[in-house]
């Protein structure tokens, strides 16, 4: 047990060796881990998720875990189907007709954009296939990739 | 143009669309290599940017090495080449901060079941910059409408002045609604807190797998520098696939991406740095006992 910065790994990454991070008392104890939880300051949010006890999850960029909020909004949505029907398009605590750009709206401040620079809808895939009719076109790309035939 | 080391469903859709143009997509769709197989250097894009290219799709974080490219000045460039940009934000949103207005990045589309947290196939999200808003959508459908204009039911398109015009149908809401409660959670925590949290994690993770795990043959193929890297570590080992299901025998959930890489996420707003200590504590013990050996070294269907 040591100190970590010897590169003993053998080590393929970019340029710049880490040695810019705050964490330069490394430590390989559990009790380093410890002190680092109790500095956490989003430490609080852990308990916001449902984590199964025993169970150590490091595949949340592949799908994330669920959060007690995010069940909260998905039942309100429910709740707006069971009572309002077709007005919860326009009723409600979160209206449909409005969801989408309401959202957008919320995840503006996450890509950096105007609020209505950014939309939820479709699929990751189908949203690249909507740009990419809409963006490669010979009018708007221009005369490019007509020249390369 | 792409990039080769991509996500393989971006490749797919650039090339049906190719195609629908009539363009043979092995002729039309350049793609800009990598020169280790992992890394791309922002060098060979621009490189690459020639008056032949019309639209450029990249990834803004790779979902194998995790590398973060440098989107504002690859935008800069292929600007002053009059190209397109547009970056796929699956494995960034959500972990590092963007400013893709500011950038003037043309468009950008990610997905919101991963570090988002809106569940299994929640909808996904969709960046158009402002300048763009009259450009008819490729694909339209009423609900691109301007929203007073929708239910006027006219067969002339009005489009929404927004982001919101590239809608085609009947949003789904059941599908998105985990997100409201998910989102106000990254609006309170502020994405700057979770990104430094974020790279303590990573970097706690590096540090301790070169403290404990020297001699096994494992190599970690992430960027190093605080600049470049994401929010997840690559490391590769040549028995990856059979070490991912001996630690998921353990409790200890990672993933698997071919050909040889365990793919770690320690995520900022639920993992832990203990979790971290015992995930490596773990890979030890996995290693010292030759655990994997009870393994075949081959993935399952996904992972
Ligand atoms: C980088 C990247 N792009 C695109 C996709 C495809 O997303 P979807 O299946 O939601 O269309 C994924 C999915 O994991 C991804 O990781």
Not at chain 1, 40 to 49: G, K, N, T, W
Not at chain 2, 33 to 52: H, P, T, V
């Amino acid at each position: 047990m040591g100190r970590g910065r010897d590169l003993q790994v053998k080590n393929s990454g970019l340029e710049g060796s880490g040695e810019n991070m705050d964490i330069n008392n490394f430590m390989s104890t559990k009790e380093y881990a410890k002190t680092l939880d109790q500095e956490d300051p989003l430490v609080s949010y852990r308990e916001e998720f449902y984590l199964n006890p025993g169970m150590i999850y490091m595949d949340g960029n592949s799908l994330g875990l669920l959060s007690k909020r995010a069940e909260k909004s998905l039942m309100k949505s429910l709740e707006d189907w069971k009572k309002y029907a077709i007005d919860g398009w326009t009723e409600g605590a979160e209206p449909w007709f409005y969801f989408s750009e309401r959202l957008g709206e919320l995840s503006a401040p996450l890509v950096g954009a105007l609020a209505d620079e950014v939309i939820m809808g479709g699929s990751t895939t189908a949203n690249l296939h909507q740009l990419a009719a809409t963006f490669l076109n010979r009018e708007l790309a221009g005369i490019r990739f007509w020249r390369m035939n | 143009m792409a990039d080769e080391l991509t996500f393989p469903s971006d490749i797919y859709a650039l090339q049906s669309q190719l195609r629908l143009h009539g363009l043979d997509p092995s002729a039309h769709l350049v793609q800009v290599k990598s020169r280790d197989g992992k890394f791309l250097e922002e060098d060979d894009i621009i490189a690459e940017m020639n008056e032949d290219i019309a639209m450029i799709v990249l990834p803004t974080v790779l979902y194998r090495s995790g590398q973060i490219l440098d989107m504002e000045r690859l935008t800069k460039e292929a600007h002053a080449r009059g190209i397109m940009v547009g970056f796929d934000a699956c494995h960034s949103v959500g972990v590092i901060p963007h400013l893709f207005d500011n950038w003037e990045v043309d468009f950008a589309f990610w997905c919101n079941y991963k570090h988002l947290n809106g569940g299994p196939g929640c909808v996904a999200g969709l960046y158009v910059n402002r300048k763009h808003f009259a450009r008819k959508p490729g694909l339209a459908g009423w609900f691109g409408s301007r929203k007073d204009k929708q239910f006027d039911m006219e067969h002339t398109f009005t489009q929404a002045n927004s982001a919101g015009a590239f809608q085609i149908g009947t949003p789904h809401i059941l599908s998105m609604a985990p997100l409201l409660g998910s989102l106000e959670m990254f609006a309170e925590a502020g994405i700057e807190h979770i990104r430094k949290k974020s790279l303590r994690l990573t970097q706690y993770l590096m540090d301790l797998i070169q403290s404990e795990l020297m001699g096994y043959g494992f190599e970690i193929g992430s960027p190093r520098h605080e600049a470049k890297r994401g929010g997840h570590i690559i490391l590769e080992h040549p028995e990856a696939a059979r070490i991912c299901k001996a630690l998921k025998q353990e409790a200890i959930i990672p993933d698997y991406r071919e050909p040889d890489m365990i793919r770690l996420a320690p995520v900022a707003l639920y993992t832990s740095f203990q979790e971290v200590y015992e995930t490596v504590k773990v890979l030890k013990k996995i290693m010292d006992g030759r655990l994997y050996e009870n393994y075949e070294n081959k993935r399952g269907i996904i992972a």
